[in-house]
């Protein structure tokens, strides 16, 4: 469960009663037309949809859009996942509506926590304790790296969850948008791409090549804006480098940098990945992936390209046979015995590009995977085939 805004206003008038007389509270109708005209006002650029009873906006890309919403009754119902930022980001969504609010002549009906920062430390340190291994990650994608926990701000081991559990304010790195001064938003917008999107290699297309160009916008407003705040150094010279940015002020930012690992970043590690069919694979974090017609599903890191394609046969009960319908084509590279699965891989050339089919069946569904690379490709390939399983197994 995650930490946020989840509270009612009211309007500070009465909706019946002799203090109605002095002015009745407004009713859902006409507070809908209020918070639209007001919201495309105060949020401007934040929003993203509004329609006669609600308002979606975003202040921040690495949280999920917030939401006002006009209850039955006149109410308004406020909504906001904040954990996956940190408590400022917290505090500029009330700082953000407060003014909204008192255009409306509404007031919070629940009060909130005096000191977000607290409150969701608490939370956090009550999160571990029940066991949670995911904190702030997006919930469509799934990395597999030796942690006791990760973070949106990356892995922590089992020292650090036991930490923050005896005490709850060693969790403040787990956050990215800690303090409200200036720089720290920028900072945060540019660190959680970092570790959630940026794929580490260079932009395979113009969505990529625009995250990076934010990135870097991100880390030179937050340096103009103070000049000493930590900094990811290292990475960002890998981001310049990936956009081929070599003039004046990028070679001040190489300077910073020294020979220390390149540690930010989820997409450096393999991810698994959900197929359709109960099937899934394990392929590297950078690999961009994409479902066609909703049928085809495949996926490229800019050098090698993964197919999968699946069916199943009602009624068949047995792997072995299922698998041989599909006759060899070409030279088998490897076979694979396991319990509840069997399968085969072929090799084979076409032209420059080396081509790996790896079948798996687990009767009485059957997955086809190909990989497209050159020769060195061909162990990645088979790696890849063998992680192939569907959900039954």
């Known amino acids: 469960m995650a930490f946020g805004i989840d509270a009612r206003a009211r309007s500070r008038k009465a909706k019946s009663g002799l203090r109605s007389l002095l002015g009745r509270a407004p009713d859902a109708k006409e507070v809908g037309e209020r918070l639209g005209w007001l919201a495309r006002r105060v949020l401007k650029r934040a929003v993203i949809d509004i329609s006669a009873r609600r308002v979606t906006f975003a202040l921040h890309p690495a949280a999920p859009p917030a939401r006002i919403a006009v209850l039955g009754d006149g ?5 906001a996942t904040t954990s996956g930022v940190g408590p400022a980001y917290h ?21 909130q926590p005096a000191d977000p920062a607290q409150a969701m430390l608490g939370w956090l340190a009550g999160e571990l304790r ?10 469509d994608r799934s990395f597999k790296l030796d942690a006791a926990v990760q973070t949106a701000m990356g892995p922590r081991d089992a020292a650090w969850r036991d930490a923050v559990i005896a005490d709850p304010e060693r969790g403040r790195d787990a956050f990215a948008w800690w303090e409200a001064s200036p720089g720290h938003e920028a900072r945060s917008r540019a660190l ?9 290699r260079e932009p395979l297309d113009t969505a990529e090549r625009e995250l ?54 989820y997409r450096r590690h393999p991810m698994d990945v959900e197929l359709a069919g109960g099937w ?30 699946s069916f199943t046969a009602p009624g068949e009960t047995d792997s072995a046979k299922l ?15 396991d319990p509840g699965r069997v399968g085969r891989a072929e090799a084979y050339d076409d032209g420059s590009v080396h081509i790996v089919i790896g079948l798996v069946a687990a009767a009485p569904h059957v997955a086809i995977l190909t990989c497209k690379g050159s020769r060195a490709d061909e162990p990645w390939a088979l790696a890849t085939w063998r992680t192939l399983r569907h959900t039954q197994t």
Do not use: Q
């Open 75 to 79: 109410d308004l119902e406020i909504r």
């Open 91 to 111: 505090r500029a969504i009330l700082d953000k509506l407060a003014p909204l609010l008192d255009e409306l002549d509404y007031v919070l009906v629940e009060p």
């Open 130 to 139: 029940a066991g949670a291994t995911r904190i702030g990650m997006p919930g």
């Open 192 to 200: 959680l791409a970092m570790w959630l999107e940026v794929p580490w």
């Open 212 to 265: 990076m160009e934010r990135v870097d916008d991100d880390l030179r407003e937050a340096r103009r804006a103070d000049k000493t705040l930590e900094l990811p150094y290292n990475e960002w010279t890998d981001i310049l480098n990936y956009l081929e940015i070599y003039e004046d002020r990028a070679d001040k930012i190489r300077a910073r940098c020294n020979d220390d690992p390149r540690t930010i970043g």
């Open 280 to 309: 899934s694979l394990e392929l590297g974090g950078n690999f961009v992936t994409h479902w066609e017609d909703d049928e085809r599903w495949w996926a490229t890191d800019g050098d090698r390209v993964v197919e999968v394609t």
């Open 323 to 337: 698998l041989a319908v599909a006759g060899e084509v070409h030279p088998v590279i490897e076979r694979l015995l």
